[in-house]
């Protein structure tokens, strides 16, 4: 069902949501609130109580409108006054730079009002800037319990609830894919019963059923199609690779394997012999050395006849890779070629020429190696690159462009064994658990803002001796308070650090942009990146020997240290420096551990520890899907139970009609 098939859904707004990826009514009422705010009961004049924010029914008695007050220096507000009355008193209502509000309201009118109550100049009880709602039409806004959504660009939080409201009307012609003996054995409620009450919840308890229906819902599905992938690769049977002698390749590198890569490659080298498909983890440590294993498992294939993609989650990773696996692969005559969403309309089409015809026997992109329209001639071998940054389903939408290819899936991020082998259940694990010798441990500092005069001398220092450095913040616009923005950043370290070429980079620049200038902080033309968390997966510049992480409470523990992997990549001694302000012991605590150790695992485990489980498995930085409304850890209970649900289902069930099963089916077909 389109989306413009909702009242008041013109072509404009119709294009503005499918933009943003909701052209169909189930892709909007799919976008569940991202919290809710506790509007159902309503004050009287009289109940009111400063300091906080709260709902209140009313007419409105006086409109003096808007009145402009001077401020001494700076710009008049303009304030919008209103005067609310019910049967225990008047209250105020004041807004502020908004002058077009006051044509919304009508004198005698009802309106319900949502705002913080505060004590006013005149020692009388004033509403700042509150949220109306006529009363007596559907008032979305008040006296419930409200949602609160990400507004897709060009709606306002009041049009998008107002609209997934419309699309609610519609929620009955939607089916359960939920077979119902399942739903019965699981005390499970209906899916449009579930779906009303995720968006608008009658009350507290439909609101915990509606989530937990959805919750087994969303974890049915992702364990059901992983059982469904182990069965099929089982089936079917892997390529068999006769030849599995990395040494060639290995001759081309500049460096001797450690054992553990050599470990690893064995095992991929029986996996790849055995007559099964390879379904493999890998996990290793930041500057383990994850990509010559890729290297070398990318040239069994390519060796053996077949092609091999290796699929990273940024462009500038992408980018990183092609350039690494072009140099070492073209003096063996074997073509890699790069696909990623910034190319021109010609490189685009001859790479996929290329692709399709075989030739290129490398393949690196990002996910739009997965596009449709993308042909490979032979693909034999798919790598993800910091899986965790990709769903189950983008891996297996690669898988499913070569007939049953082995799979290689690389993270840095150390999960625990039991979870993972409940969310990657399709998988072996292999750990790379040394990192390359010779290695200068990174010398880590967590100091103050006082610190950073000395800093920035530390900064010069290295760059005198030829080296570069990184400056990481949290934001990239002028934060609140004291939060260090790129921008603001850059022309304040451009006066500090005068005579040295200062580059920034940040998520909201262009992929070309960007790439311009990761290529110059590269080849050493920029002397110091300032930048976001953008550059936190793999970036590898082995002459950049600091890191200067500002904020530093803002980031957690892995986070971190996967930042901190940004230097200590060369043979040169390296340094990270943690500024913060930050005074509480747990902050302190984080930022001691991170000063006391360099293992990656050991501080996934203290991170588990210090900010407790549900902030672990909450980020998305930890190496576990991204799910729509699950979370692991708070779901756990929910998991299990969706996993007994899915083998059962998977074996055979049969109080579950063949209408119901073809519907599991097909939703599972989406899901892949
Ligand atoms: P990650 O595991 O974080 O992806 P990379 O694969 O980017 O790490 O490797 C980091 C650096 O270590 C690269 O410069 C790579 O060339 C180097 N490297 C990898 N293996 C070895 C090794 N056995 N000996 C020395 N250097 C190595
Ligand atoms: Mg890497």
């Not at 503005?16 to 976008?31: H, K, M, Y």
């Not at 100049?121 to 039409?137: C, F, T, V, W």
């Not at 949290?474 to 451009?494: C, F, K, N, W």
């Not at 649900?645 to 069930?653: C, G, V, Y």
């Amino acid at each position: 069902m389109h989306i413009s098939t909702l009242p008041g859904i013109g072509p404009k707004r119709a294009q503005l949501l499918e933009q943003a990826g909701i052209p169909t009514v189930a892709d909007l009422l799919n976008r569940f609130p991202r919290d809710y705010d506790d509007r159902s009961e309503l004050r009287t004049v009289e109940s009111l109580t400063p300091g906080a924010v709260q709902t209140i029914r009313g007419v409105l008695s006086q409109l003096p409108g808007n009145v402009p007050m001077p401020r001494r220096g700076a710009k008049p507000l303009t304030l919008t006054k209103a005067v609310l009355k019910d049967g225990t008193g008047t209250l105020e209502l004041v807004w502020f730079n908004q002058p077009y509000l006051q044509k919304n309201f009508k004198a005698g009118r009802e309106y319900i009002f949502t705002g913080a109550v505060r004590l006013g100049y005149n020692g009388r009880l004033q509403m700042q800037s509150p949220d109306y709602e006529i009363a007596g039409e559907t008032a979305l806004g008040a006296g419930r319990i409200v949602p609160l959504y990400t507004p897709p660009p060009g709606f306002s939080q009041k049009t998008f609830r107002a609209l997934v409201h419309q699309g609610l009307s519609k929620v009955a012609d939607f089916p359960d894919d939920l077979p119902a003996a399942l739903r019965e054995r699981h005390g499970l409620c209906h899916r449009a019963a579930a779906v009303r009450n995720i968006h608008f919840p009658e009350s507290d308890a439909m609101f915990l059923e509606a989530r937990r229906r959805l919750v087994f819902e969303e974890l049915f599905f992702m364990q059901l199609a992983l059982f469904e992938i182990k069965g099929r690769s089982a089936g079917q049977g892997g390529i068999v690779f006769g030849d599995v002698d990395t040494a060639p390749v290995i001759k081309q590198f500049s460096f001797t394997p450690t054992q553990a890569q050599e470990k690893v490659l064995a095992e991929i080298a029986a996996d790849m012999q055995s007559g099964y498909t390879m379904n493999r983890l890998i996990q290793g440590d930041v500057g383990s050395g994850k990509t010559a294993v890729a290297m070398a498992a990318a040239y069994l294939a390519i060796k053996n006849g077949y092609q091999a993609a290796i699929m990273a989650p940024t462009e500038v990773l992408a980018r990183q890779h092609f350039n690494g696996f072009s140099r070492l692969f073209a003096p063996l005559g074997i073509e890699t070629a790069l696909l990623a969403g910034s190319l021109s309309a010609a490189s685009r089409k001859n790479a996929l020429a290329h692709i399709g015809s075989g030739e290129a026997r490398m393949i690196v992109g990002t996910h739009a190696l997965v596009q449709p329209g993308v042909e490979y001639a032979r693909l034999g071998l798919v790598i993800t690159d910091e899986q965790h940054r990709f769903g189950v389903n983008q891996r297996l939408t690669l898988m499913e462009k070569g007939a049953a290819p082995h799979t290689l899936v690389m993270t840095a991020t150390p999960i625990p064994r039991t979870l993972a082998l409940i969310l990657y259940g399709d998988l072996d694990i292999s750990v790379i658990d040394a990192l390359p010798p010779g290695r200068v441990p990174i010398k880590t500092y967590a100091v103050d803002s006082r610190y950073r005069p000395r800093v920035h001398s530390f900064i010069r220092k290295e760059v005198a001796a030829g080296r570069q450095a990184y400056i990481i913040c949290p934001a990239i616009e002028e934060g609140e308070g004291d939060t260090h923005s790129v921008l603001q950043y850059t022309a304040d370290a451009r006066r500090a650090l005068p005579g040295l070429a200062i580059a920034c980079l940040h998520g909201r620049m262009k992929p070309a942009e960007k790439q311009a200038i990761m290529d110059a902080f590269c080849a050493n033309r920029a002397n110091v990146l300032i930048s976001t968390t953008v550059i936190e997966v793999g970036i590898h510049v082995p002459n950049a020997t600091l890191i200067v992480i500002e904020n530093a409470e803002r980031f957690g523990l892995s986070q971190l240290h996967q930042l901190r992997g940004r230097v200590g990549r060369g043979n040169e001694p390296s340094h990270c420096v943690l500024i913060s302000d930050a005074k509480a012991p747990v902050t302190q605590a984080r930022l001691q551990a991170m000063v006391d150790t360099t293992d990656g695992f050991a501080l996934a485990e203290q991170d588990l520890e210090q900010r407790g489980a549900g902030d672990f498995f909450g980020t998305r930085q930890h190496g576990l899907p991204a799910f729509t409304i699950a979370n692991l850890y708070r779901d756990m209970d929910i998991l299990k139970e969706a996993q007994d649900a899915a083998r059962i289902f998977h074996t055979t069930d049969s109080s579950i009609s063949n209408r119901e099963k073809m519907a599991v089916k097909n939703r599972l077909a989406q899901v892949l």
